[in-house]
Structure formats: structure tokens, C-alpha cells
């Protein structure tokens, strides 16, 4: 029986395994012979002392960040969710940087679009300072002191923001699948430095694009010089090669050029006699024929009647030529657009959807509709809660066109957004849903619970409202709270019962905290962790469904499958996808036991390394499942 590993995904080994693939032989007894390396890579190794680089005080320490392993864990909690049975929505509450390492298992190359609004770094906003021995201690020890800002009176105020920034936004980038695209909003504070290290993590060749963002028209008077319209969005996507970005859908007033025919909607496109300086008729001889235009404005290549009209590609009494063959003008008669003027004919083709069945646009590089106004974002709070509880938050139609360009054509996939803030991210995915019933997108949200600050007026109406329904006075109650009302409104505005019971307006919370096991806790001493484990393998305060859950995030499996608890012979066994797993955390296992478990076939099982009744038992048990096809067995 193999032991499960406590701790996340591995990147250093698997970083070390891939150029074992590459470049076998710069390995010599299991270690890197970085000259064989430098010779292998011949004139593409950086060899002057003086060269490009981007470096700050502590980037070292951020690298190795990005790099270390946990053994923390997401407990769930059932009485703050929505739907626990049937929603694939996640809400994660607690320190991001630790929550994307506890991810890694389960959701590394699963997540389609990454979206983060982070802290713009103006001097007000609080920075996470991260502990690189025990980052979950740390995380709980900032809890229960007031959140610092970063001033710009800090010796150090750029270097603390790319430290906070580095490892997220490396390890996030090993969640995105091949296809993947990530969205930053940032402002001139930092947009040069961010788009340094994104260029770093996610590498030149995949920056998409630096959109400027209009959020105010009319433009902010108190900025110096400029009255300031705009903040900025980074996108790049993970591999540039593999990744087809969504189009934008067409407004009112586009859609008025649009028609429909019995193929769906086109519009007037070019006209098919060709210009140009390739055009002209002995530049493309086979290109200059005749085509026939009957008096109904049908076109074929051959005279079927007296009266159909011959018409040459004919401009300005020069004979130029066709931009279609004789082939495409016989398989797409449905794609031309005949019109008549007097006695001049002009052809044209149908424009259909560059992108699905409905008319889209592809998304300029200036971002800007009166949607996007700062207000806007404001007054959807205000509609949700009845008072403005949040400062600032995105306008959702803005957030709505970020995930419509990243989800793309395919319209499903996993949006992660881990800084949360007043998730306007869930609640754009909600709305997304609901335009479509092809939509089938979830949404993985992070926000720390950060306390509320009783000085500002914003956090006050907020922490006023909490009280009022018996919340923690922190931001993530602030969250959930928008995710419910935003549900609640999406399901009271729709008509059709059948659509409604379609939409996912659900989310399971889970909350960050250390492992659940004694054997698995980085602190516990070698002697006292094995005394410890014959008495209880499990943290005093935790239940049997904490440590499922942790099993599958150890495991790689998806947080959202199927959990039913079923008894096998009197013991609790867990099920997961349908039985594809099967958990057991029993005392006492005798052979029947096993065996009971063994016939429902499952392909993985976990058992507690002591719950077996005696050593004949365990030796005796894989046995016993192996012969019933399992072969997959796992002890914690």
C-alpha cells in the first residue's frame, strides 16, 4: 500500500522531470551538470556579466515562494453555501497565495480564464506580507491584526508589490490549461512593472494585449496634468499558439446591418469583383469569366434563360477579374448578395459570424462602453444590497466582456478570480449562464477575510449591514453576501421555470486552514507526531469530512464531484464520483470489511494507515482488493 502525500504538487521534481525528457544527458547521478546544460544550449546562453534583466530586492525569496510546497488544507463549510449538492462553484476564503498552492493538485491545467483586479498599490491599499517557512500561521496571525497598508513613504514600496505579486501570479499561471488567457486590471502605479514580470511568467511571445480601460469619461480633475479616464487591463494568454480568444457580441446599433436567411445571419460583405494592383484580368486569367443574373437576382454560371443578364468583372471599362473561383460560385449560391441599380448589377458576399451562430465583433484595443463607467459598478451594489457596502467595484458588463474574450466560442470552462473583492467575477459568470443555455461556466473565487475598516465610510455602511444579518464584520462576508443577492435576483428575473432550474446560482465555501492530520502537520515533531497518531490521527476539532475533502485535494480531484456517504458492513465509507473512489476512515477493519468494500469495484480506495484491526488484516487487504480489480490503494 503506497502512503498519500500530505504535501501539494511538486513544482522544483516537476520543472526537474520534464528536462530529464529534453536533455537526458546533462543529468549525471540524479543531479543537473549545468555545464553539459550550457554546451547542450550552445549559442543561446547568456554569457555577459551585463545584461537585460528585471530584479528587486527579495526576488529570490518570491522565486522560491512560487516553488514551496504546503500541507494546508480547504475545510468546507456547508451552512455559508448555496446548493452544496449540486453547485460547481467554489468560494475559498482565506490567503491567496496558500490557496493556489492547496489548488495545485486538483486544478493545475484545468482553469480556462483567470481574472484579478489586485491592489493598485497607491499607497493605501494592504500588501501581503508572506512567510516563507508558514505562510498559513502567518496567514491566521494577520488575521487577528489590523490589515497594514503600504505606504509611499516605504523605502521599499514598488519591491514589496512585485514580492506579493511574483509567486501568485507564477503559480496561477501553472493553473491555466494550454488554451488559457489571463486578465490584470492595473493603473499607471504599477502597469510597467506588471508588465515585466507577466512578460517573465508568461513570457514575451504570449502578451495579448495593454488595453486602456476607460472607466470615466468625463475624467478624474483630481489627478495632476491629465484629468484621468482610464485604468489598464493586461492580457496574455498561456500558450498564444493554442488559444482562440471570444469575440464581443454586436450592440443595437450594429445589429441593424445584420439579416437572416434559412443559414442564420449575414450581412452586406465585399463586393466580388476584385481591385486592387492583383486584380487586373492577366494577373489572374481564370479568375475572368461570366456569370448570369436572372430577373429575381438569382446568379448562376451558365445562360438558363433569354433574358438573364451576361456580367463580367468589368470596373471602370478595365477587365479585372473575381475574387471567387467557378467552384466557390457553384457550392455557395447561399453567400451571394445580388443588387441591382438602374442597369448596373453589383455582387457581393454574405458576411456570416466569424464566431457561432449570432453576429459578434472582434473586441477593439481601446476598451470602452458607457457600460464600463465606475458608476455603474457602484449603483449594481446598490441595486443588490440597497446601500453603496463596497468602493469601487468593476461594472459587471466589463467583467462580463473580459470572460466573454477569455471563455471564447466554447463557452464553458473554469473562471478563477483570486482577488475576489465584491465578486462582480461570480456574479458576471451568473449572468453569462443565464443569456445562454449553451453556457456552462463556473467560478472558482478567493478573497481573504479581511476585517473591515470602521474609519472609512464605505466599510462602515458595510460593517452596518453585517451586523444587521449577523455577519463577521470582513470583506469576504461582503462577498458571499453579493454572490446570494445576485443569485436570488438572476432566478426572481428570469420567466422560464424550465431555464431557471438549469442555472447554477450556487457556490460551495471552503476556508483555508492547516491539515487535518497529525501525521500531515509540518510542526509536529517525529516522536510526538507518532505517539500522537496511534492515539488520533485527526486534529482535535475536525470531522471526517474535513479530511475527505483534503484527500481529494491531495488526490487531484475536483472539489465539486460527487460525496455520498454510504455504510459497507457497518463502516462509513465515502464515495466520490459515483464510486469511482471510495474513502474510509474507520477503526476496526477486519478482512469482511475489505472485502464488502473490494465488491464495489471502486478504481482508487484510502484507508487510515492504523484503521486496519490488526497487521494480518492490512497485509491481507490489498490482496483482497487487487483481486477485485483495485489497484489504486492509498493509507493516510
Not at 229 to 234: K, Q, V
Not at 243 to 260: C, S
Not at 391 to 409: H, M, V, W
Not at 486 to 513: P, R, Y
Request: aromatic residues 10%; hydrophobic residues 35%; glycine residues 6%.
Amino acid at each position: 500500500m503506497q502512503k498519500l502525500d500530505g504535501k501539494t504538487f511538486n513544482v522544483v521534481q516537476d520543472n526537474i522531470e520534464k528536462l530529464k525528457q529534453l536533455f537526458p544527458e546533462v543529468f549525471t547521478e540524479n543531479k543537473i551538470d549545468f555545464e553539459k546544460l550550457m554546451l547542450t544550449l550552445g549559442e543561446h546562453v547568456e554569457k555577459e556579466k551585463e545584461r537585460y534583466e528585471f530584479t528587486w530586492n527579495g526576488k529570490t525569496k518570491a522565486i522560491q515562494l512560487a516553488q514551496k510546497q504546503t500541507t494546508g488544507t480547504l475545510r468546507p463549510c456547508k451552512e455559508e453555501s448555496v446548493n452544496w449538492d449540486k453547485t460547481k462553484n467554489l468560494y475559498i476564503e482565506g490567503d491567496n497565495l496558500e490557496v493556489l498552492r492547496v489548488l495545485q493538485n486538483s486544478y493545475r491545467n484545468k482553469v480556462k480564464m483567470i481574472y484579478i483586479d489586485p491592489p493598485y498599490n497607491t499607497g493605501k491599499d494592504f500588501v501581503y506580507k508572506d512567510d516563507f517557512h508558514d505562510n498559513i500561521k502567518s496567514y491566521k496571525e494577520r488575521l487577528r491584526e489590523n490589515m497594514k497598508s503600504n505606504p509611499e513613504t516605504n523605502g521599499r514600496f514598488h519591491t514589496d508589490w512585485l514580492n506579493m505579486m511574483y509567486p501568485r501570479l507564477k503559480i496561477a499561471r501553472n493553473l491555466l490549461r494550454e488554451d488559457g488567457v489571463i486578465f490584470i486590471s492595473i493603473d499607471d502605479n504599477e502597469v510597467a512593472n506588471l508588465r515585466k514580470v507577466c512578460d517573465e511568467i508568461f513570457g514575451e511571445s504570449n502578451f495579448v494585449g495593454q488595453l486602456p480601460t476607460v472607466m470615466n469619461l468625463k475624467g478624474n480633475n483630481d489627478q495632476y496634468g491629465f484629468a484621468g479616464t482610464h485604468e489598464y487591463t493586461l492580457v496574455y494568454t498561456k500558450r498564444k499558439e493554442s488559444t482562440i480568444l471570444g469575440f464581443l457580441p454586436v450592440d443595437q446599433e450594429g445589429m441593424k446591418e445584420w439579416q437572416k436567411d434559412e443559414f442564420g445571419y449575414y450581412k452586406k460583405g465585399a463586393n466580388l469583383k476584385a481591385t486592387g494592383v492583383n486584380a487586373p484580368r492577366h494577373k489572374r486569367p481564370n479568375l475572368f469569366f461570366p456569370v448570369y443574373i436572372d430577373e429575381n437576382l438569382n446568379l448562376s454560371l451558365q445562360r438558363k434563360s433569354k433574358t438573364d443578364v451576361e456580367v463580367f468583372p468589368i470596373t471602370d471599362n478595365k477587365e479585372m477579374s473575381w475574387r471567387w473561383s467557378k467552384e466557390k460560385f457553384i457550392n455557395e449560391p447561399h453567400n451571394i448578395i445580388v443588387t441591382k441599380n438602374g442597369d448596373e448589377y453589383s455582387i457581393y458576399k454574405k458576411t456570416r459570424p466569424q464566431q457561432g451562430d449570432t453576429p459578434s465583433q472582434k473586441p477593439k484595443s481601446l476598451f470602452y462602453k458607457p457600460e464600463y463607467s465606475s458608476g455603474n459598478g457602484t449603483n449594481q451594489i446598490k441595486s443588490l444590497f440597497g446601500e453603496k457596502v463596497f468602493s469601487n467595484p468593476k461594472p459587471l458588463e466589463l467583467i462580463k466582456d473580459f470572460i466573454r474574450i477569455g471563455i471564447g466560442a466554447e463557452k464553458e470552462g473554469i473562471v478563477l478570480d483570486f482577488y475576489g473583492g465584491s465578486a462582480t467575477t461570480a456574479h458576471a459568470v451568473f449572468e453569462l449562464n443565464r443569456e445562454s443555455d449553451g453556457n456552462d461556466i463556473r467560478f472558482i473565487i478567493v478573497q481573504l477575510p479581511e476585517e473591515l475598516d470602521l474609519e472609512d465610510a464605505d466599510q462602515k455602511v458595510a460593517a452596518d449591514y453585517l451586523n444587521k444579518i449577523n455577519k463577521p464584520l470582513n470583506i469576504s462576508e461582503i462577498s458571499k453576501q453579493r454572490i446570494r443577492l445576485a443569485g436570488k435576483s438572476i432566478i426572481d428575473e428570469s420567466k422560464k421555470e424550465k431555464f431557471i432550474s438549469e442555472i447554477d446560482i450556487g457556490f460551495k465555501v471552503f476556508k483555508l486552514d492547516d491539515t487535518n492530520l497529525k501525521v500531515w502537520d509540518e510542526n509536529t515533531g517525529d516522536v510526538e507526531r507518532n505517539l500522537l497518531d496511534l492515539i488520533d490521527p485527526v486534529k482535535e476539532g475536525r470531522t471526517q469530512e474535513d479530511v475527505v475533502y483534503e484527500i481529494l485535494l491531495k488526490y487531484g480531484i475536483d472539489l465539486t464531484v460527487p460525496i455520498e456517504e454510504t455504510k459497507v458492513a457497518d463502516k462509513v465509507v465515502y464515495s466520490v464520483g459515483m464510486g469511482y473512489l471510495l474513502i474510509c476512515l474507520e477503526r476496526d477493519l477486519t478482512l469482511e470489511h475489505i472485502e464488502e468494500i473490494a465488491k464495489q469495484k471502486p478504481a482508487r480506495v484510502v484507508f487510515y494507515d492504523e484503521g486496519f484491526k490488526d497487521d494480518t488484516v492490512r497485509i491481507n487487504a490489498q490482496q483482497i482488493l487487487k483481486r477485485y480489480g483495485v489497484e489504486d490503494i492509498r493509507v493516510i
